[in-house]
């Protein structure tokens, strides 16, 4: 019985089939929402399933499994999907497509389903492919836009190069192994990673994997289709930036076992990702353009994901890339909201941080006895955790990703002050918003980064920090974190106090060809081009 | 070695087409000859051991990369046709037997081909697609079935082009001839059906052309092929899988 829920990556295309007969325009949103909620369902029944049975569910010869990697991740794209469907029933309504887009939605989304749940490599090899063609469709869904077209085509020669990767580690998989099931693969991996390995095959294998990842996750060199593809309607970018590009993180942890027997693959993941993260996230900083800024912020995020799993966090990166998933999907789909909002209101809306930090308020007790009720209900709380969590000895095996979330946390706050201009309002809220922000997301990510190691690895997820020879210490970590604040303290400082140059100071040169360098996204088009005018 | 370089011939791994277009000879007549002598190709391999001769590959080879060249050049469904017969050519020679299942889904998705070529020979007085661009939204049901026909061609699944590429792939031994031609044709196939795409598909309407849909007939017509490339997949699938 319960097996009809290995179903779940067909009722998109069951969907795709129906919606091309329907024929009145106002049946297809109904139509698509009712049967694509029936996932959502299977997926929430599978998820129980799973965890109060301890077993996953396998069917269609081995080909697909519902396992504590599905639990988490198919009610999520589900419900992620709902959402979109149910946003693009009146965001779409006027454009030319309406029923090619629910169409090419549902292809989609059936190759993350069954990208997610397969486990045979053939299945996900397939699935990866079907994902870079529907992808290309929705991302050149507004035809008539030559930019639109033109910026699908770079993506789909970089997915197209991730397909052909992925073919040969694929290739090389079954020649080294003997096996295309991934759970007969996981075993044999496992068993291996007990003794030293030596086979350069297995690294060549780890770091095909690895490339096609990052290809489709769009950490650099193969970032650029991700800020360029904002063009294509909200919704698919919603879906690009929640759901696409976190395939690279779900297909390194459906291999996690195999990179236990390479841990060169996982420091190179780390380094790529590091660089990835800082250079995305200063790109980010300075375009000009606030999708493509949102684009670069997204690749940011893969980098970090990308390093969590070089330094052997795969369950946090599964965490990371959700929360980052929903994150960036409600603020494209809210950008929508907000066009909206504005056709309708002359004035600009306000800004959140301008209704936080400026805006005078009228002083009112129920208010301020929410807020105290608030913040004496809230803090007790994070103390306990947080000390409890410290106190246990697990705390210490799991802190290498605190760097990372010092990266993301210093990320947030770039974003944060640049954006929203606050630093000169109130310092003192803002420092104690950002610190405590901080102090949450930390507690947060290690009690949901420990709970998710444990369902899904078990006592595995150790080899895996054993295996990521770049391990962090909890006192590297802390002394990271407080040298990159002071760094950024002391830059704040002297932005504030800095002289405006004038005719007689001299422009200070390294500073000006850095900020050429990043608004210019790394020169990465003058190279481009260069290249052409070459072969020219 | 005579009836290897019989197969090299009848499977389009010799450009003979440079021939018969110097002859002047219609374009239409042209694929419809390769897409012949390549059926009796795969029905000989049948009844003919196909030997694979490294000499032979390697002029199949050089045809396929001179045939890409000049089907980036060309903007007629017909030449297109038949350039990705001769651009698949050493797919055949290279998988012997194997390759036939491969060589039956590209005649298929030919056929969506010449269909294509047809109907705009009819309504628009030649097979040639260079002005008549944004068929998506001018004339959406030539445009998804053109839209399959290149998915299929550009080796994506779930047609059967992709899924018997893929089956044969993982089934063979390796070495760098294979991973040249693999590589090749890969992309080769992609390029083409992607820049088609781009050229007609996409892009907006041409204001000063009169487009025209598909009628019940051809409607029917298409859907024929696609049932075909649909039983093609569910029998690549099997393959692959089971």
Known sequence: MENIILLIPSIPIVIAFILSFVSKKELIPKVNLILSSMIAVFGLWGTYYVISNDRSIIGFDGLLI??????????????????????????????????????????????????????????????????????????????????????????????????????????????????????????????????????????????????????????????????????????VSAVMHAGVVNVGGILLNKLAYLLLLTPMVLNIAFVVGLITAIFASALMLVVSDIKRSLGY???????????????????????????????????????????????????????????????????????????YLAFFAILPVVVFVGVKMVLSEEFFTFNASIVILAFAWLTGTQLFLSFFKVSKADSFKVIFALVSSFVIILFTYEFIGLSLEHFIYGHNALLFYKAATLNVTIAMSLLMIALIMIIGWMFMYKQHLIDIPTDKNQANTFKWFFYKFLVKEGNYFALLHRSKKGKK | MTLSILMLFLAAGVPYYLILEKAKINSKLIFVLSSLLLMSAIILSQYIPNEHNTVLLSISFASTVYTIYKASKTTNFYKLGYYLIFINA?????????????????????????????????????????????????????GTFLTIYLITLALYPPFPNSLYFLGYVLQVE??????????????????????????????????NIHYVDLNLNEKLMHLGVIVLLLILSFNGLKEILL
Not at chain 1, 145 to 172: E, P, Y
Not at chain 1, 310 to 336: D, R
Not at chain 2, 114 to 138: D, M, P, Q, V
């Open chain 2, 174 to 207: 390796t070495s760098l001839a294979w991973y040249i031609v693999i590589i090749t044709i890969f992309f080769g196939n992609f390029v083409l059906a992607m820049k088609v795409m781009r050229e007609s598909l996409f892009g907006r309407p041409n204001a």
């Open chain 1, 297 to 371: 912020s997204t690749v940011g995020q893969m980098g970090y994901m990308i390093m969590e799993v070089g330094l052997g966090a795969f369950s946090l990166a599964i965490y990371h890339l959700i929360v980052h998933g929903i994150f960036k999907a409600t603020l494209f789909l809210e950008s929508g909201a907000l066009i909206k909002f504005a056709r309708h209101d002359p004035n600009l809306p306000k800004r959140l941080s301008y209704e936080l930090f400026w805006e005078e308020k009228i002083k009112s007790h129920t208010k301020k006895a929410f807020n």
């Open chain 2, 90 to 142: 050493p797919f055949f020679l290279l998988f012997e037997g194997r390759g036939v299942m491969y060589s039956v889904s590209l005649l298929v998705s030919l056929l969506g081909i010449y269909l294509i070529g047809r109907f705009y020979e009819k309504n628009y007085a030649s097979a040639n697609y260079h002005y008549i661009r944004g068929i998506t939204l001018s004339t959406p049901y030539i």
């Open chain 1, 66 to 235: 519902y396992n504590e990697l599905s639990a988490i991740l198919v009610p999520y794209v589900a419900i992620l999907g709902l959402v979109v469907r149910k946003y693009a029933t009146k965001y779409m309504w006027d454009e030319a497509g309406y029923r090619r887009f629910f169409i090419l939605l549902n292809f989609i989304f059936s190759s993350i389903y069954l990208l997610v749940m397969s486990n045979n490599l053939i299945v996900l090899a397939l699935a990866w492919q079907l994902l870079s063609i529907s992808l290309y469709l929705l991302v050149s869904f507004n035809v008539g836009s030559n930019t639109a077209v033109q910026h699908a085509r770079w993506t789909m020669i970089i997915h197209k190069g991730a397909d052909l990767v992925f073919l040969f580690a694929v290739i090389l998989t079954y020649k080294t192994f003997d096996s295309f099931d991934l759970a007969v693969l996981s075993e044999k991996w496992l068993a291996m990673s007990h003794s030293p390995v030596d086979n350069p095959t297995i690294f060549i294998i780890g770091l095909l994997f690895l490339i096609a990842a990052m290809m489709k996750s769009a950490i650099m060199p193969f970032h650029i289709w991700l800020p360029y593809t904002s063009e294509a309607p909200t919704p």
